[in-house]
């Protein structure tokens, strides 16, 4: 169940460039109902062709015919947004999602693609199973999609435990070396995407990794859009040894559009204190239900 709160005015996150302060998100508290749950809330503020997955290529695949039905560049961005509160307590984590925009009574079309599991059960991003997608919603008509990954650091990038010591861009790297269906190196799968700008801040005392970055090839052949790409924002948090990753992207398109939403999705991303349905993710590792 999905309760929205009141019609609220947020104010467009300056997400990457501008925003260098902590983040911190009004958040209702919630009854528990099973182990996630969704509750109401209010925000105070290639990878080759080959290489995605079945949801990429079907957003991919929809965006030129469905991108005709989409509102005019700009005629949504600034508008009040209704948000929706999603908690996952298998892994301890919680975010904000756009549902709706009562002044121009459009509604946000989610499907929950990946309803919440263990890391251990979850579906891998690549061949090596170290990345892996522990939740995810889409919104196929507006070619929207937010997931949650978990999966150990990279030691490739990010070679101390000493995570105080890290750098967002280093961070990024080592998540978006793990993401591929390929079996292609690191430095193939990061070849095809490209970080935009990286920070660090500081959420509840812990260091939080936020970056932009473009996935530039489309996995169809269409010759009318050689240049298609998808536009992410995402953000890193850590915990017991494991990168917990949220990330928000749409068609490059219509960033313009939507990136607001997004942005706002991703800087409400954040760990909880775990509960007794919380699961580590180094914890039974053989199991897969």
Known sequence: ??????????PRLHFIRNHRGSIVQGQKNCRLNNK?????????KPIQQNGFCRRDLVLFGLSSSLFLGFPTPGSIAGEDVKMASF????????????MELPSKKFLFKWVESRKPERYSSAAPLSPNARLRIVSERVDIIDNLIISVTIGPPNVQFLKSKDK????AKDVADSVLSDKSALRVTSSQRMAES?????????VDGEPYWFYEYLVRKSPTNLGQEPNLYRHYVASTAEREGYLYSISASTLGKQWDEMGPFLEKSVASFHLLPPTDDYVPPYKDPWRFW
């Open 87 to 98: 908690v996952d307590e298998i892994n301890a984590y919680t975010y904000l999602y756009p």
């Open 1 to 10: 169940m999905v309760l929205l709160s009141p019609s609220l005015s947020l």
């Open 164 to 167: 105080s010591t890290w750098n």
């Open 194 to 202: 490209s970080v935009l700008d990286a920070h660090t801040s500081k």
């Open 36 to 44: 996630a749950i969704v509750c109401s809330c209010a925000s105070s």
